[in-house]
């Protein structure tokens, strides 16, 4: 009696755990658009939103997986809270850093609303400043240090000021928030 009972007990976790799992599973494709963007599939790659012309030739949108792979998360969508406070919208097209060349958004990504608590969206910008040379943490100093400046060496390509050798004796090591 007691072994039947133990071997239901261990087939109701077993199975829940199962479908637990398959619910939870998170496929770019299968996404709305309005939870598209910023979200990551659970295969670890991140969604993007993309746009095209439909047969009526107007402009509709489709959720595809990225080539971006992320090593920390996985099966994630940004809340909408971290999209407010990171100054983002969930109708963001593609992956791009042409995002940094607004003041409003990289003072909203620096501001500790975002950049403590959002870990997804520190580490996709994270990644793409890298890809333009800039250190984050550094450009995020500067931000809150002199914001005009900031901007001007982002914007006029002197972003080497603000680049690793300034602020990362060696290479660039993750936002502080995984340590």
Request: charged fraction near 15%; aromatic fraction near 10%; proline fraction near 5%.
């Amino acid at each position: 009696m007691a072994s039947s009972i133990k071997l239901t007990l261990a087939l109701f976790f077993t199975c829940s755990l199962f479908l637990q799992g398959t619910l939870a599973e998170v496929v770019c494709e299968k996404l709305p658009e309005n939870l598209c963007s910023f979200a990551i599939a659970s295969s670890g790659k991140r969604c993007v939103l993309e746009n095209y012309k439909n047969e009526d030739g107007k402009l509709d949108y489709t959720c595809k997986s990225s080539e971006v792979v992320v090593e920390r998360l996985s099966g994630y969508i940004e809340s909408d809270q971290c999209i407010a406070a990171c100054g983002l919208d969930r109708t963001f097209v593609g992956i791009s850093s042409d995002a940094f060349l607004t003041q409003d958004f990289t003072t909203s990504l620096c501001s500790p609303a975002c950049y403590q608590n959002c870990p997804n969206i520190v580490d996709l910008y994270f990644n793409l400043a890298a890809g333009e040379g800039v250190y984050l943490p550094a450009l995020c100093h500067k931000q809150k240090t002199s914001p005009h400046r900031a901007m001007f060496e982002l914007m006029s390509g002197a972003a080497s000021a603000m680049a690793y050798d300034s602020m990362a004796p060696g290479p660039a090591p993750g936002p502080a928030y995984y340590h």
